[in-house]
């Protein structure tokens, strides 16, 4: 970070808090004590910190800066899931989703780009092209956003909103250093998702993080020509290298990897492609969720019907016995799978 950029106080990890608590002058247990009031107390000044003495608070206050995202709009779903459109401080705006469910967690769907060049088909964030990678900060605040929304703390966070975070991983690796530290927002690592569409070599870069983060593949086809018509970013990787990178992924971190495939009528949902599918799944460590494809205003892919669904399930479940077909959330609410930024006017989805 350049010494004349103030220090984004929300996207710094415990060492870089106290890499400049040494710069001016103050002692490690400072950084915790910062590290608190950002991500514990949630504070929009450093004059709130009152353990902090005056002349760090000032000194803070002139070299860092506590960046949160303007609410700019917020839409309640009828299964109580909320949609935030974010507007960041050079105007951009991007989308996260809070959900919650009947056991009492509280999930953040969190952005990790202003659009998004994979160009996913069936996805608004892919048709809207990429603007920018999102710093760590702008990352973090999501999930303060959505524990804001819902009145209570965050129990779970996927990467799984506005953009590839696998192409952001610099950043993105950092706003997981803050989330799942207990000295900041304090969400242990196995409670957090990152979702890709398979690059394998930032797949095996991901796997040297110091916690057990989950991952899942937006799979959708194990059918190579399928999968590059519905995800074309992944044509510069065959099925077969991406298979190998989450079997190496899920060794290093102990836990299974997740298939996400989005059912879509009369593209995905053959026999064959369940077949493929659970061909593919063979020997890795994996479970499968399946999901209808959410319908996207402009484009033409239908969810199949729910019989056509079931029957997809039960021929997967012939091999692969760990599936699921789960139901979309948010979708009145254009905060489901493929449909985030349609209220920001722009085009969005989910990795
Ligand atoms: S589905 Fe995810 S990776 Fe694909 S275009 Fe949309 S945001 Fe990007």
Redesign the pocket.
């Known amino acids: 970070m350049p010494s004349s950029a103030p220090a984004r106080i929300a996207g710094m990890s415990i060492e870089e808090l106290e890499a400049l608590m040494a710069e001016l002058g103050q002692p490690a247990y400072r950084a915790r004590q910062t590290a608190a009031w950002v991500h514990r107390r949630g504070v929009r000044s450093f004059d709130s910190m009152t353990d902090l003495p005056a002349e760090l608070r000032a000194l803070l206050s002139e070299r860092a800066e506590l960046a949160q995202p303007l609410v700019r709009e917020s839409r309640r779903s009828r299964d109580g899931s909320v949609k935030l459109l974010l507007e960041l401080e050079d105007g951009e705006r991007i989308e996260s989703v809070a959900i919650p469910d009947e056991d009492g967690r509280l999930t953040a769907c969190v952005s990790t780009q202003a659009g998004?060049?994979?160009?996913?088909v069936?996805?608004?964030?892919?048709r809207s092209g990429y603007r920018r990678n999102l710093d760590s900060a702008e990352i973090v605040c999501q999930v303060s956003a959505a524990a804001s929304s819902a009145g209570r703390p965050v129990t779970n966070v996927v990467f799984?909103?506005?953009?590839?975070p696998l192409l952001n991983l610099e950043e993105v690796t950092r706003a997981l250093s803050v989330i799942t530290d207990r000295r900041c927002v304090g969400i242990g690592s196995r409670h957090v998702t990152v979702?890709t569409?398979g690059i394998p070599p930032a797949i095996d870069r991901l796997s040297g993080f110091r916690g057990q983060v989950g991952l899942a593949l937006?799979l959708h086809s194990a059918v190579e020509q399928t999968r590059r018509r519905l995800?074309p970013?992944s044509r510069r990787w065959s099925l077969a290298d991406i298979r190998e990178s989450l079997v190496r992924y899920s060794s290093a971190v102990n836990r299974p990897v997740t298939l996400e495939y989005c059912l879509i009528g009369g593209v995905n949902d053959s026999r064959a492609e369940a077949e493929a599918l659970t061909a593919f799944a063979r020997g890795v460590r994996a479970k499968i969720n399946l999901i209808g494809c959410n319908r996207v205003e402009g484009l033409p892919w239908r969810s199949p019907s729910p019989r056509a669904m079931k029957a997809f399930r039960d021929w997967v479940a012939e091999s692969c016995p760990v599936v699921t077909l789960r139901a979309s959330r948010g979708s009145d609410i254009s905060a489901a799978?493929?449909q985030l930024g349609g209220v920001s006017g722009g085009v969005?989805?989910?990795?």
């Open positions: 998004c060049p994979c160009g996913c069936f996805c608004m964030t892919g799984m909103g506005m953009g590839e979702s569409v937006s995800v970013y799978c493929g969005s989805g989910s990795g």
